[in-house]
Structure formats: C-alpha cells, structure tokens
T-cell receptor, first 107, second 116 residues
Framework: DAKTTQPTSMDCAEGRAANLPCNHSTISGNEYVYWYRQIHSQGPQYIIHGLKNNETNEMASLIITEDRKSSTLILPHATLRDTAVYYCIVPGNMLTFGGGTRLMVKP | SAVISQKPSRDICQRGTSLTIQCQVDSQVTMMFWYRQQPGQSLTLIATANQGSEATYESGFVIDKFPISRPNLTFSTLTVSNMSPEDSSIYLC?????????????FGPGTRLTVT
C-alpha cells in the first residue's frame, strides 16, 4: 500500500469550505485514492475515491494533482456534523487506516 | 451502499470469557471484513471473511483467538475468545460490494467491548 501523510488536525469555520490535504508521493499509476471519515462513536463512512480526474459527489469533491502525488478533499460548506476524523487511503489489497486528520468545524 | 447492523452494540465482559459479535448485511456480499479499533487508535484489519472459505487473518491475529464464521452471503460472526483487558476495543465489520473496487467498503456501527 502506498503510504499517505495527512495533517493531524485542522479547524474550519461553519459554512466555510474545508480543504483537507493528503500526500501520497509513492502512489503507482493504477492505484486509486480513497477518502473515509469517522464521526465519533460511529463506523467509518466512505466518502469518495479517484484515480487522476477530479471527482465530485453529494458529499465532497476530490482534487488530485496532475502528478498524482497529492490530493485534497473539499467539503464546500462545512457544518458542525462534518466534525470527524478524515482518512486518506491508497489501498493495496486491503484498507490500511493511518492516523487521519481530525477536522473540527467550529460555529 | 449497504446497510450493516451489528449485535451487540456494546458489552462489558469478564476476563477469560468469550463474546460473539454478529454482523448482518441487507444484501448479499462476497467479501466481509472484521476490524479492531483500540482506544484512541485507528482501525486495524483482523481478517477477511469470504463465504465458503476459511477466513484469512492478518499478521498478529490468529484463528484460536478470533474465530470467524461466514455461513451465508449476508451474515458473519467474530468471536473474541478468552478475553483480557487488552481486548477492550471497538470491533467493526465491513463489506465490499464491488470486487473491482476493493477500497470502497461500508462499515457497521461497531461493537464496543470492555473487558474487566
């Protein structure tokens, strides 16, 4: 599995965009980037994944750099309910959860 | 997506006993997974449970300690055997709906186990 690096924590004001970065410099050409989040006391929730094109769904947008060595998950209008730990994962034959980024959305 | 339920949601057990955790999915799936999340830590994969075959355990986890059953395509159990306080964790099951998108998994709510 390609190793990913994320900031330990971030704050965001409610209603503003939350931009969560992830470095995955050892990613190979056919590996996808997946994002999950885990709200306190709940199981992880799949958010989005991408290969090289930017992706958007009802939850978030995923921006992947052209060299694919990093990506950014964007929550366009963060709410208090978006407070969670966000995991960026490049799976090999299994999901490996690192430390993630603890996002705190503040009023 | 898939709807996954786990029973029990939480339990407090005495050391030396065993607990069986159930995982039920609302659709038929080939691949199911069991994870452990120790207090304040991230998730660690225990094993992969495919219907019709023996579970595949990750390094550090053994069948005698964490026996798994997978009797059909919608159900699995994980038993935590001969428990010690170090087994206090959240245990989660997950499923993969698309074999070509192994990274897309759907998780149950977890079972919070406390061993005293």
């Amino acid at each position: 599995d390609a190793k990913t690096t994320q900031p330990t924590s971030m704050d965001c004001a409610e209603g503003r965009a939350a931009n969560l970065p992830c470095n995955h410099s050892t990613i190979s050409g056919n590996e996808y980037v997946y994002w999950y989040r885990q709200i306190h006391s709940q199981g992880p929730q799949y958010i989005i994944h991408g290969l090289k094109n930017n992706e958007t769904n009802e939850m978030a947008s995923l921006i992947i750099t052209e060299d694919r060595k990093s990506s950014t998950l964007i929550l366009p209008h963060a709410t208090l309910r978006d407070t969670a730990v966000y995991y960026c994962i490049v799976p090999g034959n299994m999901l490996t959860f690192g430390g993630g980024t603890r996002l705190m959305v503040k009023p | 997506s898939a709807v996954i339920s786990q029973k029990p949601s939480r339990d407090i057990c005495q050391r030396g006993t065993s607990l069986t955790i159930q995982c039920q999915v609302d659709s038929q799936v080939t691949m199911m997974f069991w994870y452990r999340q120790q207090p304040g830590q991230s998730l660690t994969l225990i094993a992969t449970a495919n219907q019709g075959s023996e579970a595949t355990y990750e390094s550090g986890f053994v069948i005698d300690k964490f026996p798994i059953s997978r009797p059909n395509l919608t159900f699995s159990t994980l038993t935590v055997s001969n428990m010690s306080p170090e087994d206090s964790s959240i245990y989660l099951c997950s499923v993969n709906l698309f074999s070509y998108r192994l990274g897309e998994q759907y998780f149950g709510p977890g079972t919070r186990l406390t061993v005293t």
